[in-house]
């Protein structure tokens, strides 16, 4: 039965809404209740750590997998049981998955000629479309190859240029840059926004990695455990993380566990001033994070709104521009400290020598 | 023993190997050319000739060996084996297809297939015999033992297309589902593309399989007979070398038949480096 409330909920401006999406495995759940809404002509990205049931949301709002429960309405219209084909969504795989036996060209034209809903049957028009698409991604000249003579990078381009012909109003990209090295990795972020700025449809890419997720979402969804843990823009995620495990999960905190106690942060390594950044959670923790950390000599004084604690230097590792340093505590945990090389010298510290770790108590994020 | 000596060992051991696998063949081959009607087939060669291949072919003088019987027997088993392999091919991709997802039962009826392939030929063809007398149904090459030869073959198609799907990547068809193409025409534009060279496996499996099978179609194909069974039946007379002639052309066809599907083969490969050449001229 379909209610009056799955369209009075719908909110216009959404491209997709998710609510309350199960999906478990053999009882084991991948998707514990997603809700989520995407907007229109937005980079979205899902960020979530291994295991965290970001591939599986992604094939089960594109209808590869069934939902377990829960609804999915796209463009206002309820998919879920809708077979992918007749859904209307891109998908871009994380192998491209492009057809072995077509050329470029082929590859890009299949889907116009052979979908179910409003097939293009006039040649010209094809050839037109195909065209202007290779184009936009930046193909031309390698039309006929066979796509087993073209490198990777073009790969990742004719996977999407032969998604984006079709003119689907959201397109889902699982890892697309996973199969890429590095170098190119970096330049196809960029592209990747401006083909998705120049077509206006909405990406949902799916990520390991915190500085891809941040760089390239207008919004960003952290997925942890098969649940929605945070959904906020690059900015506010970056500095407000909603909880200890987003905070873990964004790879540029020290937390610390324990106690809240009136004042201060009771920690296994001592007594931390809090400053005014609070957030609800139900797992107290401590937060720093590793750029708003300084190291000074052992005897050095701090002022009286910083917070110290003592460590000894481990190791570092020298990353251009910034300069990552690891200091052993004393319950044996490990504390990071990102230094950028712009604004100081990089020093030479003593293997196993004590430092001071300092930072202002306004710069700490409390989770209570 | 020190390394050459292995090396020569096992050279020794392949050389024998392929003596005693090839050396009916080419024994075979020497004997068709064997001088005729006078001569049999024993060594030494008494004179070379042709005789026997025109013996075949009824362009020699008449004499008393009677030509060979297997006109209407090789049409009648070029006739089942390509009927054998259009439905055991058919079957056996659609059957390995369903196999790509879990379903219940899914482990039963695998063997249930597999056993088509498993039990002894001659029990399978008596007991259609049986079946069929039941029941009263005429046997005939193109019913009953039709049936049996499917029985037969359909499991072969089904494992070489149940080892190509399991190295097929899924995906493609994922990829051409969510660009709003059908299943259906899905699986005729990308997945049986992909898939053909298996289907040709499957087909020469088939074929050749259907082509020279004897135990089962022995009680069950009635009155018209196959080819094994009309060369066979020459063979309780007394055997002259126009079987070996025979079997000399046969050898020649299969050779054909191979060729064919290598060619084929090449040019599923070879379309799309030429098309890659074609640019970078």
Same mark, same amino acid.
């Given at each position: 039965?379909?209610?009056?409330?799955?369209?009075?909920?719908?909110?216009?401006?959404?491209?997709?809404?998710?609510?309350?999406?199960?999906?478990?495995y053999a009882g084991v759940p991948a998707l514990a209740g997603i809700d989520a809404t995407l907007p229109n002509d937005a980079y979205v990205s899902l960020l979530g750590p291994s295991g965290s049931g970001k591939t599986t949301l992604l094939r089960v709002i594109a209808g590869f997998e069934p939902a377990d429960g829960g609804q999915i309405l796209f463009a206002g219209r309820r998919i879920d049981g809708v077979p992918?084909?007749?859904?209307?969504?891109?998908?871009?795989?994380?192998?491209?998955?492009?057809?072995?036996?077509?050329?470029?060209?082929?590859?890009?034209?299949?889907?116009?000629?052979?979908?179910?809903?409003?097939?293009?049957?006039?040649?010209?028009?094809?050839?037109?479309?195909?065209?202007?698409?290779?184009?936009?991604?930046?193909?031309?000249?390698?039309?006929?190859?066979?796509?087993?003579?073209?490198?990777?990078?073009?790969?990742?381009?004719?996977?999407?240029?032969?998604?984006?012909?079709?003119?689907?109003?959201?397109?889902?990209?699982?890892?697309?840059?996973?199969?890429?090295?590095?170098?190119?990795?970096?330049?196809?972020?960029?592209?990747?926004?401006?083909?998705?700025?120049?077509?206006?449809?909405?990406?949902?890419?799916?990520?390991?990695?915190?500085?891809?997720?941040?760089?390239?979402?207008?919004?960003?969804?952290?997925?942890?455990?098969?649940?929605?843990?945070?959904?906020?823009?690059?900015?506010?995620?970056?500095?407000?993380?909603?909880?200890?495990?987003?905070?873990?999960?964004?790879?540029?905190?020290?937390?610390?566990s324990g106690e809240l106690a009136d004042d201060a942060f009771v920690s296994p390594v001592g007594r931390l001033a809090l400053g005014d950044a609070r957030q609800p959670s139900a797992k107290p923790a401590y937060a720093i994070r590793y750029d708003r950390v300084s190291i000074r000599p052992k005897d050095a004084a701090p002022a009286g709104d910083e917070v110290r604690i003592e460590g000894s230097f481990v190791a570092s590792e020298y990353s251009g521009a910034a300069i990552n340093s690891f200091f052993a505590l004393d319950d044996g945990r490990v504390f990071e400290v990102e230094t950028h090389l712009s604004h100081a010298a990089p020093e030479n510290y003593e293997e196993r020598g004590r430092y001071a770790l300092v930072w202002k108590k306004e710069d700490s994020l409390v989770f209570a | 023993m020190n390394a050459t000596g292995i090396k020569f060992g096992l050279g020794l051991y392949t050389a024998l190997f392929i003596v005693f696998l090839y050396g009916p063949l080419v024994v075979l081959g020497i004997l068709s050319f064997q001088t005729g009607p006078e001569g049999g087939p024993q060594f030494p060669i008494i004179e070379w000739?042709?005789?026997?291949?025109?013996?075949?072919?009824?362009?020699?003088?008449?004499?008393?060996?009677?030509?060979?019987?297997?006109?209407?027997?090789?049409?009648?088993?070029?006739?089942?084996?390509?009927?054998?392999?259009?439905?055991?091919?058919?079957?056996?991709?659609?059957?390995?297809?369903?196999?790509?997802?879990?379903?219940?039962?899914?482990?039963?009826?695998?063997?249930?297939?597999?056993?088509? $392939?498993?039990?002894?030929?001659?029990?399978?063809?008596?007991? $259609?015999?049986?079946?069929?007398?039941?029941?009263?149904?005429?046997?005939?090459?193109?019913?009953?033992?039709?049936?049996?030869?499917?029985?037969?073959?359909?499991?072969?198609?089904?494992?070489?297309?149940?080892?190509?799907?399991?190295?097929?990547?899924?995906?493609?068809?994922?990829?051409?589902?969510?660009?709003?193409?059908?299943?259906?025409?899905?699986?005729?534009k990308i997945t049986f593309p992909l898939i053909f060279p298996g289907v040709l496996s499957a087909m020469l499996f088939a074929f050749t399989l259907s082509y020279d099978e004897f135990s089962r179609t022995l009680f069950a194909s009635g009155r018209d007979l196959t080819l094994p069974l009309a060369i066979y039946g020459t063979f309780s007379v007394e055997v002259h070398p126009n079987v070996f002639a025979f079997g000399v052309l046969t050898t020649l066809f299969s050779f054909a038949l191979l060729g064919t599907y290598a060619i084929l083969m090449a040019m599923s490969v070879r379309r799309a480096r030429r098309v890659a050449i074609q640019e970078e001229a």
């Open positions: 039965m379909r209610l009056a409330s799955d369209w009075i909920g719908a909110d216009v401006s959404a491209v997709l809404q998710l609510k309350n999406v199960h999906r478990s992918p084909h007749q859904r209307g969504i891109g998908f871009v795989f994380q192998n491209f998955a492009l057809f072995p036996h077509l050329s470029v060209r082929q590859n890009i034209a299949f889907g116009l000629e052979s979908r179910v809903v409003d097939p293009v049957t006039d040649v010209k028009i094809v050839a037109g479309r195909v065209r202007d698409m290779i184009a936009l991604v930046g193909l031309a000249g390698l039309e006929d190859r066979a796509i087993t003579q073209i490198s990777g990078g073009q790969k990742q381009r004719v996977a999407l240029a032969r998604t984006l012909v079709t003119e689907p109003s959201m397109v889902l990209l699982d890892e697309p840059l996973g199969a890429l090295d590095a170098n190119l990795r970096t330049r196809m972020r960029g592209e990747l926004r401006k083909i998705r700025e120049r077509c206006g449809v909405t990406f949902l890419h799916v990520t390991g990695s915190e500085t891809e997720a941040l760089a390239m979402g207008d919004t960003v969804l952290v997925l942890d455990r098969g649940r929605i843990a945070q959904s906020a823009d690059a900015g506010t995620l970056y500095s407000r993380p909603a909880s200890p495990d987003v905070a873990r999960f964004l790879n540029c905190f020290n937390i610390f | 000739s042709t005789y026997w291949y025109r013996h075949l072919f009824g362009l020699t003088p008449p004499s008393r060996i009677a030509p060979l019987p297997i006109e209407q027997a090789l049409v009648r088993s070029l006739t089942l084996a390509v009927m054998t392999m259009v439905v055991s091919t058919v079957l056996g991709v659609t059957a390995a297809q369903a196999f790509r997802r879990k379903f219940r039962g899914s482990g039963v009826v695998f063997y249930l297939i597999v056993l088509g $392939m498993m039990v002894p030929g001659v029990l399978v063809g008596l007991g $259609m015999a049986l079946v069929a007398n039941a029941f009263g149904i005429d046997r005939h090459w193109w019913g009953t033992a039709f049936v049996l030869h499917v029985v037969y073959t359909f499991p072969f198609a089904f494992l070489v297309m149940l080892a190509i799907f399991n190295r097929f990547d899924p995906s493609v068809e994922e990829a051409s589902w969510s660009l709003g193409v059908s299943p259906a025409r899905t699986f005729r």
